[in-house]
Each structure stands twice: as C-alpha cells, then as structure tokens.
C-alpha cells in the first residue's frame, strides 16, 4: 500500500511539474519574458531551466542594449544549470549556444571566437542528443555564415565552412518547413552571402505563415522590414 502511496504521489508531482512548465510557456508565448524565466526557473528542472534561458535572451531583444549582455549571461547560467541537471537534454545545450552566440556580439574578439568554438561544440552535442532538432540545424548554418563573413582569421581560428551553411538550413527546413523564423534566420545567411534574390524568397515565404504567438507576431514583422529593404 506504502509503494502505490507513494507511486501515485510521484505521479501527482510530475503532472504537477508539467502543467507549471506548461504555464511557463504559454507565460513565453504570450511575450511575458521574465514572469515566464522566473516561472519556470523556480521549478528547478532541467526542462524548466532550459525554458527560462530561452526566455530571457528572447527579453533581451526587447531591453536597450547596455542590459543585453548581463541577461544573455544570466541565460547562458540558466542553461548550464539545466545541463548540469540532465546531461542529456538537447534543449539546455541549444539553449547554452543561442546564449553564447548572443553573448559573443559584445565580446572583444578574442573573447567572441572563444565563445564560437563552444558554441558549435554545444550545437553539436544538442543535435547528437536529437538530431531532429530544427533551430540547432539554424543556429549551425548562421554559425557558420557569420564566421565567414569575418574572413579568413575567423574561420581558420574557428573551422567555419561555407559549405555548411546552406546544408544545415535546408535540414532545418525540411524538419519545420512552416516555422518563420527558420526561413528568416536563412534569408540572414544568404544577405551576408549577397544572394539577396534569394533571401527576398525565403522573407516571402516567411511571412505567408499564420503568426500565433508574440514571438511569431515580431519575427513577421523584423520580416516585412527586412524585405523592404532588399526591393
């Protein structure tokens, strides 16, 4: 009786962890950033650490520039918290790499290719643990096209491949072909690349997608402008 007791109580808390992670979320999608990192930090899960580090680099697309770096460095520490508490969670590793890459834009740059080498190896070990993992595909081809429009030191220093970039986004694509955002990160790639015939059609693709939620809504209009600016 003691081991269903306490059998049905583990599942009570489980269920319960679940929903508040769910709350979290829904929290995130609605674009309240930090009640959605605080939400789901205070669950103390791996799961929950890895959404509070999405949500607080999202927020920090939203705060003046002199805030980004200290909450792109309070996400790379969510995720490092969520690793440490599941070392096989795809999405905390992905969640360390977007911070990192967030991080290495106000580094020196010394500092930045150090950033970019663990970087990739985080992108790596998240597409290992879940190779249909779409946004690590993404963040691997924008990894690649940023470095080598840097030159020959960044790529030499860090192994970037030109060769890789239009692979890795078209994987992506191919596992989520109606995520805007994966069709935008693209048409970035290729503009640094000045195919911009190119990424006029993946921003027209983007933006005939259904926008739901406020990250979706924000990503469709950085779209719009940007294609305006390509005509």
Known sequence: MRKIAL?????????????????????YDQGKWQDAAAAAAELN????????????????????????????????????????????????????????????????????????????????????????????????????????????????ATGADKGQIIPNFEKAISLEPTTAVHRIEYANALILQGKKAEAAAQLEKAISFNATTFWEKRDEETAKATLAKLK
């Open 45 to 156: 899960t791996s799961d929950g650490l890895a959404l509070a580090a999405e949500a607080t680099t999202a927020g920090a697309g939203l705060v003046a520039d002199g805030q980004k770096k200290a909450l792109f460095e309070k996400a790379q520490g969510y995720a490092k918290q969520a690793i440490a508490k599941d070392r096989n969670n795809a999405d905390a590793y992905f969640e360390l790499a977007r911070a990192q890459g967030r991080l290495a834009q106000f580094s020196g740059i010394l500092q930045s290719l150090g950033l970019a080498g663990e970087m990739k190896k985080n992108l790596d070990m998240a597409v290992k643990l879940d190779p249909k993992m779409a946004g690590a595909y993404v963040a691997l081809g924008l990894w690649n096209a940023n470095l080598v429009s840097k030159g020959f030191i960044a790529t030499r």
């Open 7 to 27: 059998t049905l109580s583990l599942a009570l808390i489980t269920a319960a962890s679940a929903q508040s992670l769910q709350s979290a979320q829904t929290l």
